[in-house]
């Protein structure tokens, strides 16, 4: 319980994963079940009985299959850097915790 009080084991790793899995999986799923809420609530061009007409519309067929390539491109761009990131930070983490092990390893055998 000391090394946990003087910060010296660390208790990030599991809510390193679980903020990821929060960032990764929650809040893209979120953000598709209320996105109809979100374009009827936020949406700068609105016409008349609830008609939503915005940029998306304005393209044509070919144009749109291209936004959606660009968006699932970018999408799977953002995860992948966001496990980067995460991952850094765990090695950065298991790399404190294996350093700390040696270094009482090392002065337990003096």
Request: with cysteine; hydrophobic share 50%.
């Amino acid at each position: 319980m000391l090394d946990i009080l003087s910060f010296n084991t660390f208790v990030t790793q599991n809510i390193l994963v679980f903020f990821y899995y929060m960032g990764a999986v929650v809040m893209p799923v979120t953000m598709y079940l209320f996105k109809d809420y979100l374009v009827k609530h936020f949406s700068l061009i609105k016409a008349g009985h609830d008609k939503l007409y915005g940029f998306y519309n304005s393209f044509s067929n070919n144009e749109k299959k291209v936004f959606w390539y660009v968006t699932i491109t970018m999408f799977v761009c953002m995860e992948l850097c966001w496990r980067m990131v995460f991952e850094a930070m765990i090695g950065y983490f298991d790399m404190h915790d294996y350093l700390f092990t040696i270094s009482q390893e090392l002065k337990n055998a003096k």
